[in-house]
């Protein structure tokens, strides 16, 4: 049996979707990339405790939005590459310091943060906007714990 689905054909909605599904293919990138650091830093840093936490959030963020898009009645798939279809750069081919990596997913924290924004303030659809705000509340607490990291 299909769920309901409380999509509109109307251009506002349209762009809302794509706004929304912005935000989840960059969560994808940002997984990715905190993979990545978890790899190379060590287990012993306080660094490495929230970038387990990190992912741990971004995957069940990304979780949240494919369900809100299922819910609109669309595929996050017809507006990004699977994760298959990702190739992102190796962005510490040796050992990165923890500054490095608190730079690089500080920098890419802060670009999230301004597309949940952008797309919160577009959303039609109550339910989604509201997803899309709680991400952004989670996400401004781990950009506060990445910022307390540093030199550490």
């Not at 190379?40 to 387990?52: F, Q, R």
């Not at 802060?110 to 952008?118: F, I, M, P, Q, T």
Request: charged share 20%.
């Amino acid at each position: 049996m299909a769920r309901p689905t409380r999509g509109s054909d109307s251009p506002a909605a349209s762009d809302a979707i794509v706004a929304f599904n912005q935000v989840l293919s960059e969560i994808l990138d940002v997984v990715s990339v905190a993979k990545q650091a978890d790899r190379k830093v060590p287990g012993s840093h306080p660094l490495h405790a929230e970038l387990d936490r990190l992912l741990n959030d971004l995957v069940a963020w990304s979780r949240r939005l494919m369900e809100e898009d299922d819910l609109l009645g669309v595929s996050a798939l017809n507006f990004m590459p699977s994760a298959a279809g990702r190739h992102p750069p190796n962005r510490w081919p040796g050992a990165p310091t923890d500054e490095q990596v608190i730079t690089v997913l500080g920098e890419l924290l802060g670009r999230l943060a301004g597309h949940l924004d952008v797309a919160a303030a577009e959303q039609t659809d109550d339910a989604a906007r509201a997803a899309l705000q709680s991400v952004a509340q989670e996400l401004a607490a781990h950009r506060q714990a990445l910022a307390g990291c540093s030199g550490s």
